[in-house]
Each structure stands twice: as structure tokens, then as C-alpha cells.
């Protein structure tokens, strides 16, 4: 009698499970798959960045990658009927060591008339916002700025910036502001330190205090100046973005230590600078 209230307490535990077993859908990125994807099944979309299961869906299982490019899978699937486990892994519909723009390269969610414009166009956006998965890294990094400045007009400055360190060197000359001195070579040189944030632990912003000396184009001599920036980096691989800040002073600085001239003892000295940041070498 025992053994026949234990079979039938098993039967009905079986019963039950079977009754609430669930089959799941496991979608998973495979490497070098630009992230996040989107994953559509019956009629619904889904964001994935690393892995995500769900229930089972009926309908065609697609998926496209950041930049909006058909992606193709892997199936497998484990269990039975009504308890199953169905794995969908994704990967490029091409080469990721070539160049993206290749012949390999799936164009089924595009245009068959794909021109060498969208080619060109497509190449930057790669350029600046990242062709394959992961984060570019701001920090530490050397990078050129193109801009203009009112103290140092349409200048270039290399600036380097790594572990809260910050320098940087620019030259330039004035052939907009129509300054004082505007016919000698106006530049900078100066250090100082650096605030990152933004980006989850992957900066994308940082706002610099540094201290430079250099040619002011409104002072004949060398100003000293407290310069601050605020820098924002475009997309996830912090390639290519802007800047803009300015700076306050002392101009011709070093007359104050003219001892034949008391008179001359320069005056204030203003700057604000307004330009883009493109990154050429990460550390």
C-alpha cells in the first residue's frame, strides 16, 4: 500500500512539472558582433548585449547589428517538446579582419545600388563611432585639436591625457580676430590635471584646469594664463570630438619682472577656444 501512495504522489509530481515546464529562447552575441543588437521574434524586439533568454516565441528569429547590418546564427536546441532549450548565436555576415567595406560584406538591409558615396559615408561613421564590438578608451591618450582661440586664433594643440595628468602645446595664427599681433606666431605650452565622466566607467567627458604661458595675441610679451576646457567625445570608441573653454591671465607677464620699465607691468588677459578633439595614439 505504501509503494502505490509513493507512485502515485511521483505520477501527479510529474504531471505537474510537465504541466509547467517552459521552453526558452537564448539569444547570444558572438565576438566581434557590434553591440548592442536587436533580436525580432513574433511581432517583438529585443536589445541584447551579451546574452538574453526568453520564452519560447513563435515567428522567424532575425537579427541586425549596431550599425543596422543583417546578422546570421547558430541553432542548437536541447529537451523535449514543450521543455526545450533553442540557442540562437550570432555573428557577422562578414569578415571582421577585412575591411568592412568589402565585398563580403552583407548588404541585404541596404540598398542593391550601394554607390561609393554611402561607401565613403559609411567608412566615417566606422571612423568615428566604432566598426566592431567593445569601448575605445579616451584615457590615457594623445590627441590633436583644431580650433580657433581669441588668444591664439585658428591654432592646432597636441594635448596629452592619462591618469588625471594633463599637457599640451598649441601654435597657431590670427587671420580672423584681427588682433594686435597678429603678424607673429602665436602659441602655448602648459600643464595640469584633468576630471573624466561619463560612459558607465568609460569616460566620454572630462572637463581640464592646466596653467600655460605663451604668445597672447593681444600682449607683446608672454601672458601666463589659467586655461579650462570641457571635452565630449562622440560614440563609443572616443575618436573624434569637440571642445570648447577659455582661459583668464596676465598679459605680457614678464614685464612685471622688467626692472628698467615699473611702468609696464602688462594687464588682464582673457581667451576662449572653441574646436574639435581627434584621438591618434591610446596608451
Known amino acids: 500500500m505504501r509503494h502505490l501512495i509513493l507512485s502515485v504522489i511521483l505520477l501527479f509530481g510529474a504531471a505537474f512539472s510537465s504541466l509547467h515546464a517552459e521552453s526558452t529562447m537564448t539569444f547570444i552575441v558572438g565576438d566581434d558582433v557590434c553591440t548592442p543588437i536587436t533580436v525580432t521574434v513574433g511581432g517583438n524586439s529585443y536589445i541584447v548585449y551579451g546574452s538574453l533568454t526568453i520564452a519560447q516565441t513563435d515567428g522567424t528569429v532575425t537579427a541586425t547589428d549596431c550599425s543596422g547590418y543583417k546578422l546570421k546564427y547558430d541553432y542548437a536546441s536541447r529537451g523535449s517538446v514543450g521543455n526545450s532549450s533553442n540557442t540562437y548565436t550570432f555573428h557577422n555576415t562578414y569578415d571582421v579582419n577585412r575591411d568592412s567595406n ?43 585639436m583644431p580650433g580657433a582661440s581669441y588668444a591664439y586664433g585658428e591654432n592646432i594643440r597636441l594635448r596629452y591625457a592619462g591618469h588625471s595628468f594633463l599637457a599640451y602645446a598649441s601654435i597657431g595664427k590670427d587671420w580672423l580676430f ?65 571642445f570648447a573653454g577659455g582661459g583668464l591671465g596676465w598679459g605680457s607677464f614678464t614685464e612685471v619682472f622688467n626692472t628698467d620699465n615699473y611702468d609696464s607691468t602688462g594687464g588682464f588677459a582673457w581667451n576662449l577656444e572653441l574646436g574639435f578633439i581627434i584621438r591618434i595614439a591610446s596608451f
Open 102 to 144: 568589402s565585398d563580403s560584406y552583407d548588404n541585404s538591409n541596404n540598398s542593391d545600388n550601394y554607390d561609393s558615396a554611402s561607401r565613403a559615408a559609411d567608412g566615417i561613421r566606422s571612423l568615428i563611432f566604432g566598426g566592431t564590438g567593445g569601448y575605445g578608451d579616451a584615457y590615457p591618450a594623445l590627441s590633436i
Open 178 to 242: 584681427d588682433s594686435d599681433y597678429k603678424d607673429k606666431i602665436l602659441w602655448n605650452v602648459g600643464m595640469g590635471s584633468y576630471y573624466g565622466f561619463g560612459g558607465n566607467g568609460n569616460p566620454n567627458m572630462d572637463v581640464s584646469f592646466g596653467l600655460s604661458i605663451g604668445q597672447h595675441s593681444r600682449w607683446e610679451k608672454l601672458s601666463l594664463m589659467i586655461d579650462a576646457d570641457y571635452i565630449c567625445w562622440f560614440g563609443r570608441w572616443r575618436r573624434v570630438g569637440f
